[in-house]
């Protein structure tokens, strides 16, 4: 199993990234109590062997591009990734703005935020219904060709919509829920396999009914004197060569066992009671 994969065919990053997200305050908003944690586990991650970091704009809403910024700048090595396209309201919602106008304005002002001139990658958030899909994309392609976007992606998007999507632009990335618990991504994974299109699952740590005690994760883990969250982070791991799980954590500790699972290998046996 290769432990790395070529985004875009160019950047090759460890298969196992980190999700910044939970690096804010309550509801993934505003700053969290403790700043200088934050920075401690980002700069723990890199440490550990992490050279791609996600996040987005609406994480905050900017306080995650202004940590990582902080802590990891001028990013030697290292793949940031980020996403324009959701909002934040004041109730902690998050409604979608995919107009060609917010997305320009947000790349901007998240190229300022992160200090670079160029998004190594950027990620549609959320397809907007109110926003015909060809316009938001569109955008994208046109941030690209200014240089301001050195490769797109899409985030929470069909198969129709990838599609679609690949019409305008190379798409190099999709990011999309998916785990052991929640398989529903299964046809876009499956194309994301088919064309070498690297494959994000957001919330990966998820194992739904197969996480009840006495269950198949609990087995798997007490066989491999592995956690429950190594053995979810090493199924995705197993399921595609083009799989790069983004876990995201606010705690040391759990950063620590989450890049344990990079040296987990389960066997054929340990995949079919976990369904694959």
């Known amino acids: 199993m290769s432990e790395t994969f070529k985004i875009g065919g160019e950047l090759e990053v460890q298969r196992l990234g980190y999700g910044g997200m939970r690096l804010c305050g309550p509801g993934i908003m505003g ?6 944690n934050a920075l401690a586990v980002l ?61 320009r304005s947000a790349c901007e002002a998240s190229l300022q935020r992160l200090r670079v001139e160029t998004i190594d990658l950027y990620q549609l958030h959320r397809p907007d219904p109110a ?5 938001s994309v569109g955008m994208l392609r046109e941030l690209q060709r200014e240089g301001k976007v050195r490769h797109v992606g ?4 069909t198969v ?5 999507a690949r019409q305008l632009v190379e798409i190099v990335s999709v990011q999309n829920q998916y785990n052991l618990g929640d ?11 088919r064309d070498g299109i690297a494959f994000l699952p957001w919330f990966p740590l998820d194992a739904g009914e ?13 066989a491999h004197g592995a956690t429950a ?24 500790e759990h950063l620590e066992e989450n890049m344990g699972a990079s040296e987990l290998e389960l066997t054929d046996a340990d995949l079919v009671r976990l369904g694959a």
């Open 229 to 252: 969250a190594q053995v979810a982070l090493a199924w995705l791991l197993a399921r595609s060569p083009v799989v790069c799980p983004i876990p995201g954590t606010s705690s040391l």
């Open 43 to 103: 700069r723990r991650a890199v440490e550990l062997g992490v050279d791609f970091v996600d996040t987005a704009d609406a994480y905050g809403p900017e306080v995650n591009e202004l940590q990582i910024a902080e802590a990891l700048h001028p990013y030697d090595g290292i793949v940031v990734a980020t996403k324009g396209g959701l909002v934040r309201t004041a109730d902690g919602a998050w409604p979608t703005d995919g107009r060609a106008e917010h997305l």
């Open 160 to 164: 129709e919509q990838l599609a679609e």
């Open 131 to 135: 926003v015909p899909f060809a316009e």
């Open 31 to 36: 700053w969290p109590d403790d700043r200088e």
């Open 210 to 222: 197969l996480a009840k005690s006495g269950g198949p994760v609990e087995e798997v883990a007490s």
């Open 183 to 193: 398989r529903s991504s299964e046809d876009v994974l499956d194309a994301c396999d």
């Open 154 to 157: 899409l985030s929470n998007v």
